[in-house]
């Protein structure tokens, strides 16, 4: 069987490699914890919640990386 879409395989992993808090920290050392976790609190206001970047299962918290890194690239096109 192919894979649908015009997808590679890796793309489709991509598209549902979720990570928790804790390893998305472990795996990027450049955020920390409470960082990433006060982004999660303030998700209405700051976009992550319309990016569709957080999953939640029960009272796990679930981050799917590629749509948290296109949101974190978005929420930077202002520049400093």
């Known amino acids: 069987m192919g894979v649908?879409?015009?997808q590679s395989a890796e793309q489709q992993v991509a598209l549902?490699?979720?990570?928790?808090?804790n390893q998305l920290c472990d795996k990027h050392k450049a955020f920390k914890?409470?960082?990433?976790r006060a982004?999660?609190?303030?998700?209405?206001?700051n976009g992550?919640?319309?990016s569709g970047a957080i999953l939640r299962n029960g009272?796990?918290?679930l981050i799917n990386e590629a749509k948290w890194f296109a949101w974190l690239?978005?929420?930077n096109q202002g520049g400093a």
């Open 73 to 75: 690239e978005a929420g």
């Open 48 to 50: 992550l919640k319309e």
């Open 16 to 21: 549902y490699c979720y990570l928790t808090v």
């Open 59 to 61: 009272r796990k918290i």
């Open 39 to 45: 982004q999660i609190f303030n998700e209405e206001k």
């Open 33 to 36: 914890i409470g960082g990433v």
């Open 4 to 6: 649908q879409n015009n």
